[in-house]
């Protein structure tokens, strides 16, 4: 027997069309003249909506500024959750981050062209109020992930150091590939997803107790 796959009512496309409107119409705003100078009044003026339609989808200017972001992390937990058992905690995550590169094009380009959101990346790199955020939100995010982690292993992680700490490793290779990826000249979704694998590839060797091999 085929189940009927229930599909988006008319009400809730229109909500979810207002709701990539306002995204795009904001990241646009604030990649072009800057977060700080951009104001809810221009993103709704632009979008043809009232404040009170912009902030039944988002809290505030922060919110959107992570909207798609938002969205890419919530691929990549999903891509670990999906990860085989056997796999050991490093490669998990390498795979899950390299599963979610994969795929995530098609979704960002659902909401926003890709290329904004490549731009939104380096605009909250530049940004101080947004790099705070984002620097608060990372933390929260490796918990997640140090606790999804704990949990394949079968440890408590507040017993166990060892989920924290290997996440921890992998935030700051990612960390240093966004910020490598930024700085140069190719800055396409191809680009950042090859400067990922080639980092994470480097992580093990990095952590090994020596880097030369020793005078015979």
């Known amino acids: 027997m085929t189940v009927p796959v229930s599909l988006p009512g008319l009400r809730e496309r229109k909500k979810q069309r207002t709701r990539d409107a306002l995204t795009r119409v904001a990241l646009e705003l604030f990649t072009t003249q800057g977060y700080e100078r951009t104001t809810v009044d221009e993103i709704v003026d632009a979008v043809e909506v009232s404040q009170r339609t912009f902030f039944r989808y988002f809290s505030s200017k922060e919110e959107v500024a992570f909207a798609v972001q938002q969205m890419v992390e919530e691929r990549f937990v999903h891509a670990l959750g999906q990860r085989p058992p056997e796999e050991a905690p490093l490669d998990a995550m390498r795979n899950a981050v390299l599963c979610a590169w994969d795929t995530i094009g098609e979704a960002i380009a659902e909401v926003v062209p890709v290329e904004l959101h490549l731009r939104t990346y380096r605009m909250i790199e530049s940004t101080p109020a947004l790099l705070a955020v984002h620097l608060r939100r990372s933390t929260e995010m490796e918990e997640t992930i140090a606790r999804i982690i704990a949990a394949r292993e079968g440890l408590d992680v507040d017993e166990d150091p060892r989920p924290r700490i290997a996440v921890a490793a992998f935030s700051g290779v990612m960390r240093v590939t966004g910020q490598m ?19 994470l590839d480097h992580l093990g060797p990095a952590l090994a107790p020596h880097w030369r091999e020793r005078e015979r």
């Open 181 to 199: 990826w930024g700085r140069g000249t190719d800055q396409s979704l191809e680009a950042i997803r090859a400067l990922t694998e080639d980092y």
